[in-house]
């Protein structure tokens, strides 16, 4: 078991954390299935991707997050299926993975010229070549695309090994964007640790764009320092809120709950623990727990459900 996951011979066992049904047999990508990515990576990135003009890489990638529209409540169902979440916050996810157009204009001026000295200095942002992105289970289809569409606008090609838990999320999400984009320039590997590592150590990836716990984060800073490999990391935080003797108590009760339960408390900004002015403690805990017990609890799928599972066998154990 992985990450709460059942690994056996040689496939992912895609497990329901609501029902513990299963929901599918996903194969592990090999070695070789993971080189022969990089090499098709590489090739795609030197022969056609990096010499396409910003505005149409821009405006392929907008295309290719609007694809999602069409399989929109299929990709959000099996968001609560493997990962549990409120299927209202999955519709929520999958709407916001859609409309990426503002971001994709700030990350189109970010990678746009810029002269000084009155034309005198120029700089030119060239691409890194091949980016691996190792997505979680947290946010499966929006994660990919905030890690993954910088990269491509820069003009590198991607590879995305999504998080084991959410394998199917992290396929259909890669599937819709590449269906427009051209052969090689986004892939997708599947498995556990072991192929993100084959991912990480190989010469052939420029780049690792992660986001996940704090203890992988310090295993691929460390794969990474032998040869100076770009990095970027979003890991987990221990995130605190403070309540002041004369904050708005009714505000401040449903900021803490909305912000500790959504997404069954699971997200790196989750509120985890709350400091509160000792004189007004009392009612704001009242007004917690008011507020709390309106939160209805269960499988991710039924109506009027606010906190689904969690993602795991492994992770319920860990918070009991």
Known sequence: MVQGTIISNGSIIDLNPATGETIGTIPISTKDDVQ????????????????????????????????????????????????GKPITESRQEVAGAMDQDDYLDLIAKANEDEQYDHGQSIVIRDPMGVVAVISPWNFPCDEIL???????????????????????VGAKTVEAVSSVLPPGVLQLVQGDGTVGSWLVESDGVDMVAMTGSTAVGKNIMESCASNFKR?????????PMVVFADADLDLAASDAVRNSLSNTGQICCSVERVYVDQSIQEDFEQKVVEIAQTYKVGNGLEEGCKVGPLVSIMQRDRVD
């Not at 056609?48 to 405006?59: C, D, F, G, H």
């Not at 003009?155 to 394998?167: F, H, L, Q, R, Y």
């Not at 990095?231 to 995130?239: A, N, Q, R, T, Y």
Request: proline fraction near 5%; include cysteine; aromatic fraction near 2%.
């Open 36 to 83: 022969n990515a990089i090499t098709k990576s590489v090739e795609a990135q030197a022969t056609s991707w990096s010499s396409t003009p910003l505005s149409e890489r821009i405006a392929l990638l907008k295309k290719g997050c609007q694809m999602l529209s069409q399989t929109s409540e299929e990709l959000a169902t099996l968001i609560t299926q493997e990962m």
């Open 146 to 168: 905030l890690l993954a569409l910088p990269a491509l606008a820069a003009g590198n090609t991607v590879i995305v090994k999504p998080s084991e838990v959410t394998p199917l």
């Open 231 to 239: 990095l970027v990391l979003e890991l987990g935080g221990k995130d």
